[in-house]
């Protein structure tokens, strides 16, 4: 023994971090909401000593009592209700009594033993199994889980395996007792465990990270301390608040947990303790449909006949049943409570993973137990289906799609809503041989279409289907946004572009009540030409599909140099009244005026050769008009002749403006001119390029 002591003597430093180590949320079974508050919980004072050292609080008969009221049936051999597990025979200590062991004992005689030995209370320990791994209410835990019952000696960084000296269901019950004791410094030991110790105020962290903070806790007793030493983390407000669930990252629970737990099981920890509860059941079935779940099983109070209340609590909302229906295979096990202890109810539920949890309330309305709980998916049926189609047409908004509901084979309404306002009720039982496809068990008639009369603008659509049973009205798919044309017309000036002295304009324009091209007259200062949007414009066919792409015109108009006032309005046809002028915008003609030069003119056998180059900039590198005239008579040629240096001065018109010509002239003297003539042919705008007096022999 003393060797054990050195042993633990010499990890005391540690024991903190190794023993009872717990950050993650509540066990298993735990989860269901109760009347206990996050408010009573007192950090300071935890539990009472005369709770936590009443080692003889429990008889062997009144834990295997306890223990039975926590699982109905055991699925293998280490289930605490009915397990058999080994227990070394010790000799007292400074710590603890002799305790006699053995290889095949229950839980109960191992629970009451080290407890009357160790002055350690078996509603303590058994908390601790509860909180440590599941146990208490595990129906078939496994061999891991069972070597680390009490969380003793199992630190995380081992790979959850425990030190073998103290693994397995004895061991761990033994020495979590004995540490719990030592933790007091009882006489015969050193004075070693101070930090947390009562009568003055402690900073505990709330969870491992120091970055989490700590709260200013005055300890108040021994017990209290103790757990500080086993789990030393106090719950911080987000984990108080929500008992029963998880807080925040900084959030850690052991001790919460264990408050919690006690207090379910037998009052207030800090009180007179309530007897562990009477109460007994199994939850067997948990359904899920239709915006439902159906909760199924028996529970019953041992100290009575009388039918018991049940507490279903379904995605966080309580409800009760009485347990009722009559279960002749209870009656068989539990003879003297009868048969009627059944339950099968319907609680609505929303659709989506939801929580479902069961207690049984015992007779005195203080204690429960816990029946478990089930994680289930609630089935949504609501309807669903798709708006495919939701476009402008010349009568309002044509609207196509499907609606199911999943509770019936039968069609169901589809109504149209245009900005939130129902405008069109519709049945969805058109042939949809696509749906059937994807959903054979509802058939093909499920299909709706109808044109909606609309307002002009831009138009929220959207399609319900209408709910038959569980659930509600629901949008199928998504709704659109349409841009409905209207009567009058509609369009735009996309550019009002300028080359030279042309305007070039384009744009597009419809109106709605056909998908016909319709006329537009255009104006420049005051002068108008009507042309037709018939032009293909794709972008436009994209935002009306249903008018297609004859829609967009094009209008070149040649115009003087300075500002021109340009307008542009589509004309109306059909139901609407009045033309739609789409815009109005001013552009301004510069008119460059065209560079060259005269090189050569060389007077030859009865005629002058003439040549040189010339190029408008407002034409970039097309060829402009050269007049050359001899003694006043006019020749005209083109510019568009390859010359590499004009390519190489001007890159932008490039090299094809150069021009030669050749006239017929007497013998005897002669001036010779040439102008570059603009290629807008706009008055007074051609280049003079000179002019040579030559003489022809």
């Not at 289930?79 to 229950?106: I, Q």
């Not at 569980?470 to 080359?499: F, H, I, K, Q, Y």
Request: hydrophobic share 35%; proline share 5%.
């Amino acid at each position: 023994m003393q060797k054990v002591v050195a042993i633990l003597a010499s990890v005391l430093a540690v024991a903190s971090v190794l023993v009872g180590f717990q950050i993650a949320g509540p066990t298993a079974g735990q989860e269901s909401a109760r009347a206990l508050s996050g408010s009573s919980f007192q950090a300071g004072n935890i539990i009472s000593d005369a709770n936590f050292y009443a080692g003889r609080s429990m008889t062997v008969d009144q834990v295997q009592s306890f223990l039975n009221a926590q699982v109905s049936s055991c699925t293998n051999n280490g289930c605490l209700r009915n397990g058999r597990y080994s227990m070394n025979t010790r000799s007292a200590d400074a710590m603890c009594g002799a305790v006699t062991g053995g290889s095949s004992l229950s839980a109960a005689q191992i629970l009451t033993r080290v407890g009357a030995a160790c002055g350690i209370s078996p509603k303590v320990m058994l908390v601790t199994l509860q909180k440590e791994q599941g146990l208490v209410t595990s129906r078939g835990p496994s061999a891991g889980v069972l070597e680390r019952a009490m969380g003793y000696a199992c630190p995380d960084n081992a790979g959850g395996h425990c030190d073998p000296a103290y693994a397995g269901v004895g061991n761990q019950v033994y020495w979590s007792a004995w540490q719990w004791k030592r933790y007091g410094n009882p006489a015969g030991t050193s004075n070693y465990f101070t930090w947390f110790n009562p009568g003055a105020t402690r900073a505990i962290q709330y969870n491992v990270p120091t970055s989490c903070g700590t709260k200013a806790v005055a300890v108040q007793n021994k017990a209290t301390a103790a757990l500080y030493y086993y789990t030393p983390y106090t719950p911080n407000t987000a984990a108080l608040n929500n008992l029963y669930g998880t807080g925040d990252g900084c959030s850690a629970y052991g001790n919460r947990n264990f408050w919690r737990m006690y207090s379910d099981w037998f009052g207030s920890p800090t009180g007179a303790a309530v007897p562990a509860t009477t109460a007994a059941g199994n939850l067997e079935t948990v359904n899920p449909t239709y915006n439902a779940v159906t909760v199924g099983g028996w529970a019953l109070d041992t100290t009575t006949t009388a039918s018991t209340r049940v507490e279903v609590t379904v995605g966080g909302k309580a409800s009760s049943v009485v347990a009722a229906v009559k279960r002749p295979d209870v009656a068989r096990a539990y003879p003297k409570s009868g048969a009627l202890h059944g339950f099968s109810q319907q609680f609505t539920a929303a659709p989506g993973r939801q929580d479902v949890c069961v207690q049984a309330v015992a007779a005195d309305g203080r204690t429960r137990k816990d029946l478990g709980c089930k994680t289930v998916t609630v089935l949504d049926g609501s309807p669903f289906g798709s708006l495919d189609v939701a476009k402008a047409v010349p009568t309002g908004v044509a609207v196509s799609g499907w609606a199911i509901d999943p509770e019936t084979k039968a069609s169901i309404g589809a109504h149209v809503h245009v900005d939130g306002r129902l405008k069109q009720k519709l049945t969805a039982n058109q042939t949809r041989t696509d749906v059937a496809k994807a959903h054979p068990t509802y058939g093909s008639a499920h299909g709706f279409s109808a044109t909606v009369p609309t307002d002009a603008g831009y138009r929220k659509v959207c399609a319900y289907g209408m709910d038959v049973g569980a659930g509600r009205n629901t949008v199928v798919g998504e709704c659109r946004t349409v841009d409905v044309p209207g009567s009058r017309p509609v369009g735009s000036l996309n550019s009002a572009t300028v080359s030279g002295s042309t305007i070039s304009l384009r744009g597009w324009a419809l109106d709605g009540d056909t998908t016909a091209s319709v006329p537009v007259a255009i104006s420049v200062d005051g002068v108008t030409k009507q042309v037709r949007a018939d032009v293909p414009r794709t972008d436009v066919a994209r935002r009306y599909p249903a008018y297609g792409q004859a829609h967009g015109f094009t209008y070149s108009v040649k115009a003087a140099k300075g500002t021109h006032e340009v307008c542009v309005t589509a004309r109306n046809v059909g139901a609407g009244t009045a033309d739609r002028q789409i815009r109005c915008t001013k552009v301004t003609v510069t008119n460059t005026a065209p560079t060259g030069r005269l090189d050569s003119v060389t007077p030859v056998s009865r005629a002058v050769q003439v040549g040189g180059w010339a190029f408008d900039a407002d034409t970039a590198k097309s060829p402009i008009a050269v007049t050359v005239t001899v003694d006043g008579v006019a020749t005209r040629t083109t510019a568009s002749q390859k010359r590499a240096d004009v390519g190489r001065a001007y890159p932008a018109a490039g090299p094809a403006h150069g021009w030669s010509v050749s006239i017929p002239a007497r013998a005897g003297s002669h001036t010779v001119c040439a102008t570059a003539v603009d290629s807008a042919g706009a008055t007074g705008t051609d280049t003079a390029l000179g002019c040579r007096t030559v003489t022809v022999r």
